[in-house]
């Protein structure tokens, strides 16, 4: 079967499809995260905001060795440390005007309702399409391939893992599509 033809296949299906045997997974190479000791108390609203792109590719015979992307794949990220929570992109929204009495989001002021970047020094909400349920902060993600054979996803990282000594350390995040898995390290940054 050729590239165009996976392509074609994919396309007419109405849901997410499990990888085809010999497909791969690309997640990005071991980023770097530090949060101040002043934005590391878990559930605070303040932390890191990464974001992140997996691509999945057809097994090279499929597209005669060339890399092709596949869309609609089922793709499964599980986090390491429950102070990491994957989002999905569309669940971000970016808040540009903040009441200046709002305090980095810290307020309980439903006109606060944000989540402060202190990487980013900005403001987000989650849109409906991602809710919290009670303290549940999840960390993991079920989502689907784009028609590019991405998946670009957010993870907010509220607060940081810790060696016995305090400094951070690094964790990660799984990736897995059932024929092919791989991590994505997120270290912490050198002072």
Do not use: H
Request: aromatic share 10%; with cysteine.
């Amino acid at each position: 079967m050729n590239a165009l033809m996976l392509l074609a296949l994919a396309a007419c299906d109405a849901g997410p499809v499990g990888a085809p045997y010999g497909a791969s997974v690309v997640v990005p190479e071991s980023p770097t995260y530090s949060l101040d000791s002043a934005y590391a108390d878990p559930g605070d609203g303040a932390g890191q905001l990464y974001f992140g792109t997996i691509m999945v590719l057809a097994p090279p015979s499929y597209a005669s060795g060339a890399d092709v992307p596949l869309p609609g794949v089922r793709i499964n990220l599980v986090s390491n440390f429950t102070g990491a929570y994957l989002i999905p992109e569309g669940a971000v929204k970016i808040v540009n005007d903040l009441d200046e009495s709002c305090d980095n989001g810290a307020s309980t002021d439903e006109a606060c309702a944000a989540w402060y970047d202190t990487e980013g020094e900005r403001y987000f909400e989650f849109s409906g399409e991602y809710e919290e349920v009670g303290d549940i902060r999840p960390g993991y993600l079920q989502a689907v391939t784009d028609n590019r054979g991405l998946l670009n996803f957010y993870v907010f990282i509220d607060s940081a893992p810790t060696d016995d000594e305090g400094g951070q350390v690094p964790f990660s995040v799984y990736v897995d599509i059932g024929v092919d898995s791989d991590s994505i390290t997120f270290e912490p940054s050198e002072g």
